[in-house]
């Protein structure tokens, strides 16, 4: 399947359909269900400098045409997931990112400083759009933090940066830009949508944490609209997320600018599905007699 082949920064995966952070564990967790080596690249839950217990319970609500998140980025910190996860996940045979937060820019800075070392790494995603913790304000609200942290990160790796952005700004674009001026190779988009749902019985919120993220088939007409934006003005690759649950839904966002993209709610509904929309985009294309995915980014008639 060398048509399907894809470079995101230093990169080069198999194919562009990436397991989103959050959705996907750290891999182990569905090596019974799927083949872990088909997928393009797999993202890693989002990790932490020190461990986090998350959000009370509940953290997850069934919405209309998708789901609210409240998970809070529950995770055992950085020195367990080095010391635990990084030996299952170098064996898998597909490409690693790694989903990092901090609370300010020394935690980003530390954190891309220590991940740097560590071997079958093949790049960072920095999730600076994280909707449901409780903090002042998000990075990704911020061109000019986004900036900084981006900056600070690239000052101590090599390996390759993906910013990823919240939709949940006025200009999408600007934000984008700040990201790619302070050397991030690639971004990713959209982060989930902050949403709240009110249980009528109870008059109380579905959630502990009042608000969450919302993802899911409801999200992804805007979602493809933001990277259509933002890919008419960067130049460096956009990788589409938001709603994706089939290879169609890939190619939409592909058509609208999008270099690969990333499986994340529909990978509870179906924990094989990352394989069947690579199938899916491979038919596709040998239908349409494309020589090759890149032919098709960006490819929208107007």
Do not use: W
Not at 21 to 38: P, Q, R
Not at 153 to 161: F, L
Not at 181 to 191: E, P, T
Not at 252 to 258: D, H, R, T, V, W
């Amino acid at each position: 399947m060398t048509r399907l082949k894809v470079k995101i920064g230093k990169i080069k995966l198999k194919n562009p359909v990436m397991a989103a952070s959050g959705t996907f564990g750290y891999a182990k967790e569905f090596e019974e269900l799927v083949h872990l080596g088909e997928i393009g690249a797999i993202i890693t839950k989002t990790i932490t400098l020190n461990p986090r217990q998350g959000n009370f319970m509940p953290r997850i609500c069934e919405t209309s045409a998708g789901m609210l998140n409240a998970i809070g980025l529950q995770n055992e910190g950085i020195d367990d997931f080095i010391k635990e996860k990084m030996p299952y996940l170098s064996k898998i045979g597909s490409p690693i990112i790694v989903s990092m937060s901090g609370n300010n820019i020394d935690e980003f800075f530390i954190l891309a400083r220590r991940l740097d070392k560590v071997k079958n790494i093949s790049g960072i995603e920095l999730n600076i759009s994280c909707p449901n913790i409780k903090s002042k304000g998000l990075v990704a609200q911020d061109a000019k933090e986004t900036y900084e942290v981006v900056k600070a990160v690239r000052k101590v790796t090599n390996k390759t940066i993906i910013t990823k952005l919240s939709p949940n700004v006025t200009d999408i674009v600007e934000i984008a830009e700040s990201a790619e001026s302070a050397g991030s190779d690639a971004v990713s988009l959209v982060n989930t949508f902050l949403g709240m749902a009110i249980d009528i019985d109870t008059r109380k919120s579905k959630l502990s944490n009042i608000t969450g993220g919302l993802s899911g088939p409801c999200i992804k007409p805007i979602a493809v609209r933001m990277v259509y934006e933002v890919s008419k003005n960067i130049n460096i690759p956009v990788i589409g997320i938001g709603g994706i649950m089939n290879s169609d839904d890939a190619i939409e966002f592909m058509l609208a600018g999008a270099a690969a993209i990333q499986v994340g709610t529909a990978n509870f509904i179906e924990p094989g599905i990352c394989g069947k929309i690579v199938k899916g985009i491979e038919a596709y294309l040998k239908k349409h007699k494309i020589e090759k995915i890149e032919d098709i980014v960006g490819n929208l008639k107007i």
